[in-house]
């Protein structure tokens, strides 16, 4: 089975503005995009130990049951790719075949910044594009995630959990901008206010420098506009959606910010766009 349409790969820290990007690319002609299908994380490794497993067992089966004779073969590296493969096209199109105008996919899910080795292995011709966005507006979107989704309390600086996150955001943090750095050559690197101060130019962008080739829009630019969106929402799914217009914003502290600038270190590389 080939699967010959071009696979690109959204990534960034929770709360960059991969959504976004990601509803960015559903709207070019030819391009089916989809998110947080989070393949690399919850189903790679998984995938990779049954194989090990079936493996190991066809090994004893080859050699008791048929006296060495068994010509079962196990799963080579090759296969594994391809039924990794195989796995993931049929969670994306769940179950359907490829449609035929498919030029690319793009599959946006935060982690897979973190999961390039698995993406590697799996689609060694994929595309990797990473959202950044500073850290202090991150950290800030992520306590406003916290606060309207699992507890009121993030709203306050002083709650234990609202600490807890902002210390291991700058432990983790680093990570990810080490990662950007040694992989910089790997990845289509691309911030967040850049995209969303020039949508129309990152369209033109994605096209030619990404997925190769000018496709066109299916949906004017204004669509993707944070205000086009909420109006397609019901008013009860509007006042709590991610998307939001107001100034209900988290206001972190000096100390919080402070903390965010000493830890949290912009990555030493120049951006595509």
């Not at 960015?24 to 030819?30: T, W």
């Not at 048929?66 to 493969?85: E, F, K, W």
């Not at 799996?122 to 916290?146: E, G, K």
């Not at 699992?150 to 996150?165: A, I």
Request: hydrophobic share 40%.
């Amino acid at each position: 089975m080939s699967f010959r349409c071009k696979k690109i790969f959204v990534g960034g820290y929770t709360k960059s503005g991969t959504t976004f990007v990601g509803r960015a690319f559903d709207i070019i002609n030819g391009v089916y995009a989809k998110g947080e299908e989070d393949y690399f994380r919850l189903m790679f490794h998984g995938v990779t130990n049954l194989v090990r497993e079936f493996n190991s067992n066809i090994k004893v089966v080859n050699r008791e049951v048929y006296d060495g004779l068994g010509s079962i073969p196990p799963v080579d590296r090759g296969s594994l790719r391809l039924l990794q493969q195989k796995i993931f096209f049929h969670l994306f199109f769940a179950g359907k075949p490829v449609p035929d105008d498919c030029v690319a996919i793009v599959e946006k899910s935060p982690h897979n910044i973190f999961r390039l080795k698995e993406l590697t292995f799996t689609f060694p011709a994929a595309i990797n594009v990473c959202v950044y966005r500073h850290a202090v507006p991150v950290f800030a979107s992520l306590m406003r995630h916290m606060r309207d989704h699992r507890n009121e309390k993030f709203d306050d600086p002083d709650f234990g959990l609202r600490r807890e996150m902002l210390q291991n955001f700058c432990k983790r943090w680093p990570e990810y901008v080490q990662i950007i750095e040694d992989n910089r050559a790997k990845l289509k690197m691309v911030q967040y206010q850049s995209v969303a101060d020039n949508t129309a130019g990152f369209l033109d962008f994605a096209q030619t420098d990404i997925i190769g080739e000018k496709l066109g829009l299916s949906a004017p630019v204004e669509t993707l506009t944070k205000e086009h969106y909420l109006s397609t929402l019901p008013p009860e799914v509007r006042e709590k959606s991610l998307v939001q217009t107001s100034a209900n914003k988290i206001k972190l502290t000096d100390a919080e910010k402070t903390m965010i600038a000493e830890h949290c270190k912009d990555p030493a590389i120049t951006f595509d766009f």
